[in-house]
């Protein structure tokens, strides 16, 4: 390496050091460094002077060709999927994958480009790095997790879409499908097949599937059935656990007709355990599943599922996203869901 190059990769270093030094010492955020540097007017003044103080005292210089970057003619868009290791679901999984190519189809139309990324849910500020570094105009985080409180005090007035269940007193912007519904829609449909000891599979510390859950006992209140807390499993979305889940219902003798499974990935999985078992799905046990993924529909037999359109979704948060930039007023959005019935659950 040339000692320019060798010179410039080293002040590029410093520079990144730096701002991370003002922010520590100022008692603020990376971006409201930017903001206060840049002379953004959410920025309040005392802020702005005492970030313009540090930054002097450093000999801080604002990258000019960076600002332009991201301002004007950057044309590319950051995805961002956080893994929360607690939690695991595998980019692999076909609902991010069918997600992402929906996004990807979207930016494309719109003349943009789509970076992703894959970040670890404990160091979640690293969402932003792709925005405040000039590399992204804006940023699409695929997945709320158990991190709710962490996105409301990191991500307001960032140009930010999240792909998550709306939340009491929340800051950001959300996209996704009316959780609640589509758990009671998915636990009715069971019961009026005469299904009375409903199986509930699904992470409840995740705000998704504790919405679902709710629908799940709302279901139960309405046809004045009582929902068995030994029957709601709190299995992930990757599915690894399900398989030894069922077992263990089975070895303890811990009966169900139904099961409510928070993915159709899960129902997959539960399905085949049960085949394995010599258990006969709908027979013994209907399944209803959560997303209606392409497979769905192919998987034998085919899954009954609530369908959430990951096509609209994609298309949502793309225009969300891009209202924010524009800055325009743009709310969170349910989008509504329906039962899809095939044959998993009906005799």
């Given at each position: 390496m040339s000692e320019n190059s060798l010179n410039k990769q080293t002040n590029k270093i410093q520079k990144r050091l730096q701002m991370q030094d003002i922010a520590k010492l100022a008692g603020v955020s990376t971006s409201t460094v930017s903001r206060a540097l840049n002379g953004s007017s959410l920025v309040n003044e005392e802020t702005r002077l005492r970030v313009t103080a540090l930054a002097q005292?450093?000999?801080?210089?604002?990258?000019?060709?960076?600002?332009?970057?991201?301002?004007?003619?950057?044309?590319?868009?950051?995805?961002?999927?956080?893994?929360?290791?607690?939690?695991?679901?595998?980019?692999?999984?076909p609902f991010f994958l069918t997600m992402l190519g929906h996004i990807a189809d979207e930016l494309s139309m719109?003349?943009?480009?789509?970076?992703?990324?894959?970040?670890?849910?404990?160091?979640?500020?690293?969402?932003?790095?792709?925005?405040?570094?000039?590399?992204?105009?804006?940023?699409?985080?695929?997945g709320q997790w158990r991190y709710h409180e962490q996105l409301n005090a990191m991500v307001a007035n960032k140009p930010i879409a999240v792909w998550g269940?709306?939340?009491?007193?929340?800051?950001?912007?959300?996209?996704?499908?009316?959780n609640l519904r589509g758990g009671y829609l998915?636990?009715?449909?069971?019961?009026?097949?005469?299904?009375?000891?409903?199986?509930?599979?699904?992470?409840?510390?995740?705000?998704?599937?504790?919405?679902?859950y709710a629908g799940y006992l709302m279901a139960h209140q309405k046809y004045d059935l009582v929902a068995d807390q030994q029957l709601s499993i709190p299995a992930p979305f990757s599915a690894d656990t399900v398989s030894a889940d069922i077992e263990s219902l089975i070895n303890q003798s811990i009966s169900f007709d139904g099961l409510f499974a928070c993915s159709d990935l899960i129902a997959m999985r539960a399905i085949g355990t049960l085949q394995k078992l010599k258990i006969s799905v709908p027979e013994k046990v209907a399944v209803v599943g959560y997303d209606d993924i392409v497979l769905a529909a192919y998987f034998h037999p085919s899954i009954t599922t609530i369908k959430q359109s990951i096509e609209v979704g994609a298309q949502?948060?793309?225009?969300?996203?891009?209202?924010?930039?524009?800055?325009?007023?743009?709310?969170?959005?349910?989008?509504?869901?329906?039962?899809?019935?095939?044959?998993?659950?009906?005799?």
């Open positions: 005292s450093l000999n801080y210089s604002i990258d000019i060709g960076a600002q332009n970057l991201r301002l004007k003619n950057n044309k590319t868009v950051a995805v961002v999927i956080p893994f929360d290791s607690a939690n695991p679901q595998h980019v692999s999984d719109l003349g943009h480009y789509m970076l992703v990324s894959r970040i670890s849910a404990d160091n979640l500020t690293a969402v932003l790095e792709p925005y405040e570094s000039g590399r992204a105009i804006g940023i699409i985080v695929i269940a709306k939340m009491p007193n929340q800051h950001y912007v959300s996209i996704g499908s009316d998915a636990t009715e449909h069971l019961i009026k097949q005469g299904r009375k000891r409903i199986a509930f599979f699904g992470n409840k510390d995740l705000p998704e599937v504790a919405q679902r949502s948060l793309v225009k969300a996203l891009f209202n924010i930039i524009n800055h325009e007023k743009i709310s969170s959005e349910q989008l509504d869901v329906s039962l899809v019935v095939r044959e998993s659950s009906i005799n």
